[in-house]
């Protein structure tokens, strides 16, 4: 069972930059559909990317598009995100997930497995 642990979170102000890991307890976690959510208090889990098992596909959600870039080390066990231009409506609780499945995998329920998240606050 893949252990996940996000890191990198904080309190910034808008304009500001952050990057976000993922670090996996398994080296075959390259090897998985992995993905980043975020939800912020009192709204469902959002998606906000998510990279191909083979790494080559990575698709971002139209809010976080052309502003967050996610990458991960090539048979390694670790996600990044990294986030520019933060806005305040970025602020939310950010996972990491990882899936068994393969293909086009934009909702939580494909997800078999979930870090604890890490904060990011972004201040006006």
Not at 15 to 43: H, I, N, V
Not at 44 to 73: C, L, P
Not at 75 to 86: A, D, E, K, V
């Amino acid at each position: 069972q893949v252990q996940l642990v996000e890191s990198g979170g904080g309190l910034v102000q808008a304009g500001d930059s952050l990057r976000l890991s993922c670090t996996a307890s398994e080296r075959t976690f390259s090897t998985y559909t992995r993905a980043w959510f975020r939800q912020a208090p009192g709204k469902e889990r959002e998606f906000v990317a998510t990279i191909s098992s083979n790494g080559r596909y990575i698709h971002y959600s139209d809010s976080v598009k052309d502003r967050f870039t996610m990458s991960g080390d090539n048979g390694m066990n670790t996600l990044y995100l990294q986030m520019n231009n933060l806005k305040p409506e970025d602020t939310a609780l950010y996972y990491c997930a990882a899936s068994l499945q393969v293909g086009y995998l934009i909702e939580a329920h494909w997800y078999d497995y979930w870090g604890q998240g890490t904060q990011v606050t972004v201040s006006s």
